[in-house]
């Protein structure tokens, strides 16, 4: 942590260290917010170039996906304040589940932070379509979140997650071995644990005190350079913090041909779709194979009586993940 620099500080009671927590896996949309703020500076050229790069050239067409794109980048400029109603904490970890809850925000909550963020702008962006709530508003956003997740995230989910993953790791045996101070501990270079508070280069001076709330650690693999946190001190305390990455993970990797002719293309594609989301909804996956929700659910059917997927019903969504055995047969294919 650097000398004479403003600073996050957040205030530890012994029942906070009793609720410190970790998240149980990459989250979809701190990613989502984060790799936006990625695109709009160079920070991590070695790691990052390759997909601003990749994410340039799909999104940046001249029409609708560009718009979306656009639409994005003004509801979260970088170096700035951004609304935390895009992160909710207890968002679902599938992407599409995520995504509505973002759409679910009470109507006076998205116009308070919206107002802030007009009064934080630089160049004051028209938001004020989203401010009114309406479900075609709704609509706007949630189509535009689905569209730049797909193109930005879904084709590199599985190498992000499982780099997050290895962080996780790394946390939870600093947790094991030392308990929550050091966990806290293995936060730096930019965050330093003096007991009871944990101090964090920040772009100004700042203070959160949990009150007894605990603490919820998210590795996020587009946060760079330093953590962040919520902007509203009232809500559940989250600390999203950067992870270390591998060189050329945005590289295309060579398609998994070898399962088509066993699988046929659409189930051999919905097993890697399947694979690459971690827990996937019916209706996210047909959207993402272009097809009906019918025809996907026709094809996990097929692909759970194989035990290469898994199903489980949530509420009124139907959720499903790789199995073992469909990694396996990914991974040789």
């Known amino acids: 942590m650097s000398k004479n620099s403003t600073k996050l500080s957040i205030y530890f009671s012994s029942d906070d260290l009793m609720r410190l927590r970790l998240a149980d896996s990459a989250n979809p949309l701190w990613e989502t917010v984060n790799s936006l703020h990625m695109l709009q500076h160079r920070q991590g050229a070695l790691f990052f170039d390759e997909w601003r790069e990749a994410v340039h050239r799909t999104l940046l067409d001249g029409g609708p996906r560009e718009r979306t794109l656009r639409l994005l980048l003004a509801l979260v400029p970088y170096g700035n304040y951004c609304p935390d109603f895009l992160t909710p904490t207890d968002a679902d970890p599938d992407p599409d589940l995520g995504i509505e809850s973002v759409l679910t925000t009470p109507v006076p909550?998205?116009?308070?932070?919206?107002?802030?963020?007009?009064?934080?702008?630089?160049?004051?962006?028209?938001?004020?379509?989203?401010?009114l709530g309406e479900a075609g508003s709704m609509r706007l956003l949630g189509g535009a979140l689905r569209t730049y997740h797909r193109a930005a995230l879904a084709p590199f989910w599985t190498r992000i997650r499982a780099q997050v993953h290895t962080d996780l790791v790394h946390r939870a045996r600093a947790l094991r071995g030392g308990g929550s101070e050091a966990l806290l501990a293995s936060l730096g270079p930019t965050a330093l644990w003096r007991s009871p508070v944990l101090e964090i280069d920040y772009p100004f001076d700042r203070e959160?005190?949990?009150?007894?709330?605990?603490?919820?650690?998210?590795?996020?693999?587009?946060?760079?350079?330093?953590?962040?946190?919520?902007?509203?001190?009232?809500?559940?305390?989250?600390?999203?913090?950067?992870?270390?990455?591998?060189?050329?993970?945005?590289?295309?990797?060579?398609?998994?041909?070898?399962?088509?002719?066993?699988?046929?293309?659409?189930?051999?594609?919905?097993?890697?779709?399947?694979?690459?989301?971690?827990?996937?909804?019916?209706?996210?996956?047909?959207?993402?194979?272009?097809?009906?929700?019918?025809?996907?659910?026709?094809?996990?059917?097929?692909?759970?009586?194989?035990?290469?997927?898994?199903?489980?019903?949530?509420?009124?969504?139907?959720?499903?993940?790789?199995?073992?055995?469909?990694?396996?047969?990914?991974?040789?294919?």
């Open 109 to 131: 909550r998205i116009r308070q932070e919206l107002g802030t963020l007009a009064d934080h702008a630089r160049s004051p962006s028209s938001l004020g379509w989203l401010a």
């Open 208 to 333: 959160l005190h949990l009150q007894g709330r605990g603490l919820l650690l998210v590795p996020s693999f587009f946060c760079w350079g330093r953590p962040v946190a919520l902007a509203d001190p009232g809500l559940p305390p989250v600390l999203v913090h950067p992870i270390e990455h591998s060189l050329g993970w945005a590289r295309p990797a060579p398609h998994p041909v070898g399962l088509a002719p066993l699988l046929g293309p659409t189930r051999s594609r919905l097993l890697e779709l399947v694979a690459e989301g971690g827990v996937c909804t019916t209706t996210g996956l047909a959207r993402r194979l272009t097809v009906s929700p019918a025809t996907a659910s026709k094809h996990l059917n097929v692909l759970r009586e194989a035990h290469l997927v898994q199903s489980r019903q949530e509420g009124r969504y139907v959720l499903h993940s790789v199995t073992g055995l469909g990694l396996g047969l990914l991974r040789r294919s």
